[in-house]
């Protein structure tokens, strides 16, 4: 029986165990190259994440809700944070921008404002920016980049690989609840009296003003009666409904200013909606 029991409880532990989320936040908003580099030799030992190379002050966000926490003495890691994620995992964000300019200067310290977009200890909610992507530490002068740890159950790392392939990626990062609008460039993949689904090429935030570029992304829009609709060839005029639309067809959607959400930041299915449909 006592066999029983702990084995009953040892199970239970198993089960218990902190796992990463099967989809987190892609910790970088904006354009992104990378390989799957976990493992790679470096004169410190093994590579224990992957590197995100992006432009240098491009927003990193929470990959889930959690606590952050500074780490600012480090010479290998240069600016960095810790993620304490509320599913226990813990994710380390490395080599943030220490530049006060655009060049690599160097002038800038581990602060808010240079590093970091939220103070030490802030609570924060998934997709939420908490700091810029720099070259800091021994990362200074190469390409700015993120190095993004996962460390499920604040344990020994694992490939954020897996976990990156499948996270949602932002089309803009913003303080929750604060105003945004998108305009979304692209051609109609189908078209319904209250719905349009665009094969997105180009999103442009605002009041951010990032702009993403070869998306490749089918976004639907929600179209209330009062979105305007228009054609621009062979002549500008205004158009009764959107189902005049056809397949393939060069759109440009405005999207109306709303408040911030996780769901608007993924462009979840039906939560943008449109103000203005302009058809090519």
Partial sequence: MLAVLLGAVAGTARAAAPKVPDHIVFPVVGPVQYVDDFGAPRSGGAHQGNDLMSAKRSPAVAAEAGTVKYWTTSRSAGCMLYLYGQSG???YYIHLNND??????NRGK?????????GNGARVQAGQQIAYVGDSGDANGLASHLHFEVHPGGGRAVSPYPYLQKAYKLLFAAKAGAPFSLTLTGTVASAAADRLVVNVATSQAWPSGLTLTKLN???AVTVPATALVQTIAPTLRTVASVTLATKGQKVVVWTQPAPTTLKAQRADDGVLTSALIQLG
């Fill in 89 to 91: 995992t813990v994710y």
């Fill in 100 to 105: 006060l300019t655009l060049k690599n200067d």
């Fill in 110 to 118: 581990c602060v808010k404002g240079t590093a970091y977009t939220v």
């Fill in 217 to 219: 992304r089918p976004i």
